[in-house]
């Protein structure tokens, strides 16, 4: 069996794995794992990441977890595009540098901004008080300036002249509260025009298929019951 993505497109990193898989054609088998479904909680996907999180990958009876260590492990395997993550040490250390920020800064606003706004009030059933929404927009606010100010400034994709894995790994965070209709951009041009150079960079049509789930999460149908309980479990720290 070739390579196999585990992934659910309603999921940042997923996204952020499959449209790096899909634009650099590298051949897999998509393994779609529900997490609204709780796909995640069977046996047989805890034997391929006993984290039970997605994006996981199976190459043969290789298994790895966590997006950013799978599309660097994807990059070197295929021998992706140089800008992508370059093997020039400085602007390698830059993509580093934002791979290594992201996770507690706009990953950390970006999901709970989208759970706090959508998820818990319409899936879950859980009112959010409007103080603690208003402050996670607040802390998403900052968090979108420090990526204008420390990353993007004045070049055209986050971390120099050419699209690289930052610039994937950001958009696809920063579609998660468009997702629950924060208008992150409209009061950023800077930002509105790097996401559109990016959107450019992927091409439209594999952007769109891409964020397709997850720009109609707001139609889905209301969950099962038992299966509202046990999420709820997994995602309350993301209320605070
Ligand atoms: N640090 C991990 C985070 C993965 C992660 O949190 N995935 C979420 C979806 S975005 C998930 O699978 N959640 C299921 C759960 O926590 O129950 C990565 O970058 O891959």
């Not at 070739?2 to 999921?11: A, I, M, P, T, V």
């Not at 977890?65 to 992706?80: C, D, F, P, Q, T």
């Not at 968090?143 to 994709?157: G, I, P, S, V, Y």
Request: charged share 25%; net charge positive.
């Amino acid at each position: 069996m070739g390579l196999e993505l585990y992934l659910d497109l309603l999921s940042q990193p997923c996204r952020a794995v499959y449209i790096f898989a899909k634009k650099n054609s590298i051949p897999f088998q998509l393994r779609t794992i529900e997490l609204l479904k709780g796909q995640h909680y069977t046996d047989d996907f805890a034997r391929v990441n006993p984290l039970r999180k997605v994006p996981a990958l199976k190459d043969g009876d290789f298994l790895l977890a966590e997006s950013v260590a799978i599309l660097l492990y994807l990059s070197r395997k295929y021998k992706a595009p140089d800008h992508w993550y370059p093997q020039d040490l400085q602007a390698r250390a830059r993509v580093d540098e934002y791979l290594s920020w992201q996770h507690t800064a706009v990953r950390s606003c970006c999901t709970r901004a989208m759970w706090q706004k959508m998820m818990f009030p319409k899936y879950l059933g859980q009112l959010v008080p409007p103080e603690t929404l208003a402050s996670t927009l607040a802390e998403l606010d900052r968090c979108l300036q420090m990526l204008e100010d420390k990353f993007l400034r004045d070049q055209a994709f986050l971390t120099g002249p050419h699209i690289s894995m930052a610039d994937l790994v950001a958009i696809t965070e920063l579609m998660h509260p468009v997702s629950a209709g924060c208008k992150i951009f409209e009061s950023r041009p800077k930002l509105d025009a790097w996401r559109k150079r990016v959107e450019a960079a992927v091409g439209e049509n594999l952007f769109q298929e891409a964020h397709a789930v997850v720009l109609k999460a707001k139609d889905m149908p209301p969950l099962d019951p038992d299966l509202r309980e046990k999420l709820k479990l997994s995602v309350q720290s993301l209320l605070y």
